[in-house]
T-cell receptor
Framework: QKEVEQDPGPLSVPEGAIVSLNCTYS??????FMWYRQYSRKGPELLMY????GNKEDGRFTAQVDKSSKYISLFIRDSQPSDSATYLC???????????FGAGTRLAVHP | KAGVTQTPRYLIKTRGQQVTLSCSPI?????VSWYQQTPGQGLQFLFE???????NKGNFPGRFSGRQFSNSRSEMNVSTLELGDSALYLC??????????????FGPGTRLLVL
């Protein structure tokens, strides 16, 4: 079993939709949870991160962590075609700066 | 502030050769991590350097090695290349002063093709 599971999609939604992206993880020691966005042929770009359980909002993006169920979510409101990318969840392992990436979910927002 | 830069951006090598990739972190960042990205395995951690010392290592064979210089720039080397080493190699930098629990910023990657 992988440490981080993420549905690779693809997920196709119309412009303006609310998008929900999710990951599950197995290691209860994870405390920091990152979300990265990766456009085709580019490096991952940090979207936001959360520490422990709870919500964090940044503009149209909301990250949620539920440590009791080991579930990570990213919500995108009013999705735009420019949001079309692969979204990667990545908890940090206890070791120095070791990100454990999910497979990434490919999102397509069509006009 | 300039972002993370990686050189070269593209590389073609043949089996058995070796390759060296370079990464310049964001100014002021002292930690550099390396990742391999392939369609089958996704993004996998290779190793992390801080102040010229390797602090963490992933599950890759010894053919994969790295080093960091006093100016925080880092190189990774892959010896005796195999077809399966074809991948996008990404480096990420961070300040490095929070015990490894900190945000990392990625470069554009070096795309390596092994023939």
């Amino acid at each position: 079993q992988k440490e981080v599971e993420q549905d690779p999609g693809p997920l196709s939604v119309p412009e303006g939709a609310i998008v929900s992206l999710n990951c599950t993880y197995s290691n209860s020691a994870f405390q920091y949870f990152m979300w990265y966005r990766q456009y085709s042929r580019k490096g991952p770009e940090l979207l936001m991160y959360t520490y422990s359980s709870g919500n964090k909002e940044d503009g149209r993006f909301t990250a949620q962590v539920d440590k009791s169920s080991k579930y990570i979510s990213l919500f995108i409101r009013d999705s735009q075609p420019s949001d079309s990318a692969t979204y990667l969840c990545a908890p940090i392992s206890g070791g120095y700066n070791k990100l454990i990436f999910g497979a990434g979910t490919r999102l397509a927002v069509h006009p | 502030k300039a972002g993370v830069t990686q050189t070269p951006r593209y590389l073609i090598k043949t089996r058995g050769q070796q390759v060296t990739l370079s990464c310049s972190p964001i100014s002021g960042h002292r930690s550099v991590s390396w990742y391999q990205q392939t369609p089958g395995q996704g993004l996998q951690f290779l190793f992390e350097y801080f102040s010229e010392t390797q602090r963490n290592k992933g599950n890759f064979p010894g053919r994969f090695s790295g080093r960091q210089f006093s100016n925080s720039r880092s190189e990774m080397n892959v010896s005796t290349l195999e077809l399966g080493d074809s991948a996008l190699y990404l480096c990420a930098s961070s300040l490095g002063d929070k015990g490894g629990q900190e945000t990392q910023y990625f470069g554009p990657g070096t795309r390596l093709l092994v023939l």
